[in-house]
């Protein structure tokens, strides 16, 4: 049973930084994909950072070049480094891991970590 743990959430002012980290309870290598998406409530989950195992990385459009997804595969952990935070990046961020297997693609989830930004 695959578990991912996130932590380093908080409440940071705007402008500020945070770091977010996922751990894994598996090596990371078997997953194709891992990424970090968020939720308001009343709102969808929107994809905020994702980077495969080949090592392409992709961001939300509101989150481009402020956010930085990284690795560390002898740690098993995904990290979302999140700098010049803004009010409107409040929201439960979550960590995500993709398998693709023939026919079929696992989807796994973590808790969710709050993040709230004040003004």
């Known amino acids: 049973q695959v578990q991912l743990v996130e932590s380093g959430g908080g409440l940071v002012q705007a402008g500020g930084s945070l770091r977010l980290s996922c751990a894994a309870s598996n090596g990371i290598f078997m997953f194709n994909a891992m990424g970090w998406y968020r939720q308001i409530p009343g709102n969808q989950r929107e994809l905020v950072a994702r980077?495969?195992?080949?090592?392409?990385?992709n961001y939300g459009d509101s989150v481009k070049g402020r956010f930085t997804i990284l690795r560390d595969n002898a740690k098993n952990t995904v990290y979302l480094q999140m700098n010049s935070l803004k009010p409107e990046d409040t929201a439960v961020y979550y960590c995500h891991a993709a398998v693709l297997t023939i026919g079929a693609k696992l989807d796994y989830w973590g808790q969710g970590t709050q993040v709230t930004v004040s003004s």
């Open positions: 980077l495969t195992n080949a090592g392409v990385s």
